[in-house]
C-alpha cells in the first residue's frame, strides 16, 4: 500500500488504433501521471459492449488498446494496468450504483442521448443506458483521487461525484469522491475535416481521424487535407479559425511547446509550410509507438502475462471496496 493519491481511467478498446484526441487528450497526462500517483489504467472491454462489437476484433483490439497504452509511455511497473472484465467487482459495484441511480438522471447523460439518438431507441441496448455507471463503478472501487480524462467525459464523473456522495450519506462513509482533471488547452480535439466537431472514432469520415497507428504516408495526407480558412494567418483563434486552432494545439502539444512559441515561428508562412512541418512532428512523434505497439503484439503471452499480473491487483484492491459495499447495503458476503 502506498500513501500516493490515486488515479484511475480508462478507454474502449473499440477501434482498430487510438486517435490522437485520445492521445493528447487523455493518455500523455496519463503517463506524466503515473510518476506520481497510484494509477490504474483500464482496457474497458465491457463498456465497448454496449454497443455491437464483432467478437474476434474485440479480443484482438483488447490487447492492441493495451499495447498503445504501453508504447505510449505506461509502465506496467509502475502502474496496474488492466482488462476490465478481468475484474468481475466492475459489474457487481455497477449493480448496487445502479438502484440508486434515478431513471431521469441516467436519462440526461448526453452521450446516451447523442448515441442513442443516432441509432434509435430500439437499436440502442439498456447497457448503453447503464454504462454511466459501470463507468462509476470503475472509479470508486479503486477509491480514486483523480479522474484524467476529456471534457466529453465531464458529466460522467459528474454523475459518479453525486452518486458517491449519496451513498456515503446513505450508508456511511465508503467512498472517495473524485475530482476530474480536465486540461482546459487539450480537453477536446477537433476533427481535421469538421474543425467544429470533437475528434471520434464515429465520426463520418476517416479523413478527419488521426490514428497513432497509422502510416506517416496517411497521416501526412490527413494533415495537408486539413480544412483551413481562407485568410492564410496562422494565429490561434478558436472561434474564427477553428481549423488551424486545432492544428496548432496539436503541433504545440506533440512539440512540447506552448501555441504562442508555435504562432511566432509560422509567423507570415503559409499554410502548407505548417502543415508540412507537422505531419513530420506526427511521424516522429507515432512511429516509434507504432514500432512498439507491434513488438509488443508479437508476444502476445508476454502482454497477457503483463494483463494477468496486473488484474491480480486490481482485484484485491477492488474486492475489499466491493467488500464494503456489500457490508453497508446488507448483502451477505460472497
Ligand atoms: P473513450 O474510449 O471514448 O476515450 C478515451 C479518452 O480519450 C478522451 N478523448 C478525447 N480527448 C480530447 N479530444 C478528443 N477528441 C477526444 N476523444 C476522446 C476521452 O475523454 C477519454 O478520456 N467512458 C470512457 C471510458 C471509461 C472511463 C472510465 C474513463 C470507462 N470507465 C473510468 C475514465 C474513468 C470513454 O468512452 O472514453
Not at 515561428?265 to 502543415?275: C, N, P, V, W
Request: glycine share 6%.
Amino acid at each position: 500500500m502506498s500513501n500516493k493519491p490515486i488515479i484511475f481511467s480508462g478507454m474502449q478498446p473499440s477501434s482498430g488504433s487510438l486517435h490522437i484526441g485520445n492521445y493528447i487528450g487523455a493518455l500523455t497526462q496519463w503517463v506524466e501521471m503515473q510518476e506520481t500517483f497510484d494509477a490504474y489504467f483500464c482496457v474497458v472491454n465491457l463498456h465497448a459492449i454496449t454497443v455491437p462489437q464483432d467478437p474476434a476484433e474485440l479480443a484482438a483490439r483488447t490487447r492492441l488498446t493495451a499495447a498503445q497504452y504501453i508504447a505510449a509511455g505506461i509502465d506496467p511497473e509502475k502502474s496496474t494496468l488492466f482488462v476490465q472484465s478481468h475484474v468481475p467487482a466492475h459489474t457487481e459495484l455497477a449493480w448496487v450504483l445502479n438502484t440508486i441511480t434515478g431513471f431521469g438522471e441516467a436519462g440526461r447523460m448526453t452521450q446516451f442521448k447523442d448515441k442513442s439518438q443516432r441509432h434509435g431507441s430500439d437499436k440502442s441496448s439498456v447497457g448503453l443506458f447503464t454504462y454511466p455507471m459501470l463507468m462509476a463503478a470503475d472509479i470508486l472501487l479503486y477509491q480514486a483521487n483523480t479522474v484524467p480524462v476529456g471534457e466529453d467525459q465531464r458529466q460522467h464523473v459528474e454523475l459518479t461525484r453525486n452518486l458517491a456522495e449519496r451513498f456515503n450519506s446513505r450508508y456511511g462513509h465508503t467512498f472517495t469522491i473524485p475530482t476530474p482533471q480536465i486540461q482546459k488547452e487539450t480537453a477536446k480535439i477537433y476533427d481535421l475535416q469538421d474543425p467544429e466537431s470533437k475528434m471520434s472514432k464515429s465520426a463520418a469520415s476517416e479523413a478527419g481521424l488521426l490514428s497513432i497507428l497509422d502510416d506517416p504516408a496517411v497521416t501526412t495526407k490527413k494533415i495537408m487535407r486539413a480544412v483551413t480558412d481562407a485568410d492564410g494567418e496562422i494565429r490561434f483563434d478558436r472561434e474564427n479559425k477553428p481549423g488551424v486552432s486545432n492544428l496548432l494545439t496539436i503541433f504545440a502539444v506533440l512539440s512540447h511547446r506552448s501555441v504562442e512559441s508555435v504562432q511566432n515561428e509560422f509567423a507570415g508562412r503559409g499554410y502548407g509550410d505548417f502543415k508540412k512541418a507537422l505531419a513530420e512532428i506526427v511521424a516522429e512523434t507515432f512511429t516509434p509507438i507504432r514500432n512498439r505497439t507491434n513488438e509488443l503484439l508479437d508476444d502476445p503471452a508476454e502482454l497477457d502475462r503483463i494483463l494477468f499480473t496486473a488484474a491480480e491487483r486490481a482485484n484485491a484492491t477492488a474486492n475489499q471496496t466491493l467488500n464494503t459495499v456489500y457490508d453497508r447495503v446488507g448483502l451477505l458476503r460472497r
